[in-house]
């Protein structure tokens, strides 16, 4: 039982450079969420999904792509990296009733 | 909306020093509450939970108690430990997301 997996666990992209992170989770739970986390400004929502086929924008949208076609997978698009998307990104699963969330171990990403 | 305000950090203790690290938030609706935390390196994991009024949550002798009239749920431990040392967020919930605070960053020194 995995539970919530993220990859890659590094990337290095340059400018204007294309990019999936993945998201996968294995317990079967509606909600899932993409923050980015930065020093001094805690995690900020990016994209959030209620279940499949639905998404919906967070608090730092811009630059970011989603998608939900299947409740296990929430992969994230940065369709062209911009060095302000240089952050530590963290998917996040939870079933929706207000019990505890489960994070992935983050994807440091850096864009030159 | 929904915000968190938590105590800003660093904050650095000495071996078996008492911990608070102050959380309140506005949120429409009423939340749960949530403490997660985070070592070094690693994604955020719970730490505590309440779900109503006057509810306290504990772990690992950490508490915190959800006051609604205060709209506050402070975090406490009596005696820190060096492997305490990690950042702390406070998240209220009210059913369609989590609300992260900025984190307080702890360093427990020997």
């Known amino acids: 039982n995995a539970g919530v997996t993220q990859t890659p666990k590094f990337q290095v992209l340059k400018t204007g450079q294309s990019m999936t992170l993945q998201c996968a989770q294995d317990m079967n739970h509606e909600y899932m969420s993409w923050y980015r986390q930065d020093p001094g400004m805690g995690l900020r929502l990016i994209h959030y999904?209620?279940?499949?086929?639905?998404?919906d924008q967070g608090e730092v949208p811009n630059g970011y792509n989603v998608s939900r076609s299947t409740t296990e997978d929430f992969p994230l698009r940065l369709l062209s990296a911009a060095p302000s998307q240089t952050s530590v990104y963290f998917c996040?699963?939870?079933?929706?009733?207000?019990?505890?969330?489960?994070f992935g171990q983050g994807t440091r990403l850096t864009v030159v | 909306g929904n915000s968190v305000t938590q105590m800003e950090g660093p904050v650095t203790l000495s071996e078996e020093a008492f911990l608070t690290i102050n959380c309140t938030y506005t949120?429409?609706?009423?939340?749960?509450l949530f403490w997660y935390v985070q070592y070094p390196g690693e994604g955020l994991q719970l730490l505590l939970k309440a779900t109503k009024a006057d509810d306290k949550g504990s772990n690992k002798g950490f508490e915190a108690t959800y006051r609604k009239e205060t709209t506050s749920f402070h975090l406490e431990k009596g005696s820190v430990q060096v492997s305490d040392s990690a950042v702390y967020f406070c998240a209220p919930n009210t059913g369609n997301q989590f609300y992260f605070g900025t984190g307080t960053s702890l360093t427990v020194i020997p």
């Open positions: 999904s209620v279940g499949a086929g639905i998404t």
């Open positions: 949120a429409t609706g009423y939340p749960s």
């Open positions: 996040a699963t939870w079933d929706g009733v207000i019990t505890e969330a489960f």
